[in-house]
């Protein structure tokens, strides 16, 4: 089967870094992607690891250990818009997208 | 920039009632998934769809449920006979084949009363 664990929710001042982690289980793994949704919108893509190691955009960077099961997305200079739930999707038997229970970030002033 | 659209935005339907709820992929990609997110909660896989068939269902996607492609360019989700549970935003996504990315229409709030 597919698990996914996330903490449910973090908060943090502007200007701050913050470091989402992610574990996961699953079958056929191929990779892991997060993604970014603000309330009442929809998901929306923000970064792929297929191998190991730190991937970086910008302010955003994505960070994954295929031996430990294990990721994470790390943001810097935290913004007020960077309010927003934050999930990781391992992708599995090929085009497979698994989103878990994701993580809320509050930034606060 | 292309973009998959979903039709309505918002649905409200009495309990028992037949919904179909609509969308338009990009038009390059091949996989077609629709999900599931009940207020404040997770997204939840329901079915991926390729090569004008189920690839793959979970299992909340029991016999209520149907997608169809009737043409070329739509891409349907059908719940026979609501209940009160399917209260959810829908979201329609789309991907290549073998892509990394799903990209997600903006969804549609089905509200069953």
Known sequence: ?109 | EPEVTQTPSHQVTQMGQEVILRCVPISNHLYFYWYRQILGQKVEFLVSFYNNEISEKSEIFDDQFSVERPDGSNFTLKIRSTKLEDSAMYFCASSRLGGTEAFFGQGTRLTVV
Request: glycine residues 10%; charged residues 15%; negative net charge.
């Open chain 1, 1 to 109: 089967g597919q698990s996914l664990e996330q903490p449910s929710e973090v908060t943090a001042v502007e200007g701050a870094i913050v470091q989402i982690n992610c574990t996961y289980q699953t079958s056929g793994f191929y990779g892991l992607s997060w993604y970014q949704q603000h309330d009442g919108g929809a998901p929306t893509f923000l970064s792929y690891n297929a191998l190991d190691g730190l991937e970086e955009t910008g302010r955003f960077s994505s960070f994954l250990s295929r031996s430990d099961s294990y990721g994470y997305l790390l943001l810097q200079e935290l913004q007020m818009k960077d309010s927003a739930s934050y999930f990781c999707a391992p992708i599995h038997n090929f085009n497979k997208f698994y989103f878990g229970s994701g993580t809320k970030l509050n930034v606060k002033p």
